[in-house]
């Protein structure tokens, strides 16, 4: 099963993890039109469709799933409703959603939710078609599955004006601080020189560690 691709920080770090400018990509599309969605604490989940059966994975192979978030997820995906529901929508495509297991005991996780939760995020076609958001938002809603909520909209300058302020989360049951946006360009799916979806992230906990941030990336 095909890992989730590393999302790169749309900065350039030290060897401390203090901010030293904008990585050169993110400069090159600095002003061009970015979504981002919430960045959810939690732990990457894999849920494959072969064409005939769904498996589910971690970030890695070898990862393992706490118990209650594999519990939940075995009950969840791999029954025979969610099974015609994947050969419904997708037939014999190789498929893979990717998303967020949270809640209690993962990462930070419990500050969302009092039990385990699965979040999508990104869907992969064929070992090399990522979808667009709007592509992935009717797929969540078809297989009424949560998906990650779109909070931004705007260029790479607004989008660290906005984590910078750090919201509130837009997820869970307690009121807690929103972690930071993956970012994602509007409406179209570009890709790297390795063939990799162009993401990235911009996180609070990088930011407040920055006094002259806008200097640094000007």
Same mark, same amino acid.
């Given at each position: ?26 400069? @090159? ?33 070898? @990862?393992?799933?706490?118990?209650? &978030? ?33 809640? #209690? ?7 969302? @939710? ?16 990522? &979808? ?7 797929? @969540? ?7 990650? #909520? ?20 837009? &997820? ?17 799916? &570009? ?28």
């Amino acid at each position: 099963m095909k890992e989730f691709t590393k999302i790169s920080n749309i900065f350039t770090m030290d060897t401390k993890g203090k901010i030293t400018g904008l990585q050169p990509l993110f400069q @090159a599309f600095r002003n061009v039109q970015w979504e981002g969605t919430e960045k959810v604490d939690g732990t990457n989940i894999r849920i494959h469709w072969d064409g005939h059966n769904v498996e589910i994975g971690g970030r890695t192979d070898k @990862a393992q799933i706490p118990t209650d &978030l594999n519990n939940m997820l075995v009950e969840r995906f791999l029954s025979k409703p969610m099974e015609y529901k994947f050969e419904e929508i997708f037939g014999e495509k190789d498929v893979i959603l990717f998303g967020e297991g949270y809640g #209690p005991k993962i990462q930070n996780g419990g500050t969302y @939710a009092s039990e385990p939760k699965f979040i999508l995020f990104d869907v992969l076609v064929d070992g090399k078609f990522y &979808l667009t958001r709007a592509n992935v938002n009717d797929i @969540a809603d078809k297989m009424e599955l949560d998906r990650v #909520p779109v909070v931004f909209y705007g260029t790479i300058d607004d989008a660290i004006d906005f984590v910078e302020k750090h919201p509130m989360s837009t &997820l869970g049951e307690h009121k807690h601080e929103m972690e930071g946006l993956v970012l994602q360009p509007v409406g179209v799916m &570009l890709y790297d020189a390795n063939g990799h979806p162009l993401k990235g992230k911009c996180k609070y906990r990088d930011i407040c560690k920055v006094e002259n941030l806008k200097d640094l990336i000007n």
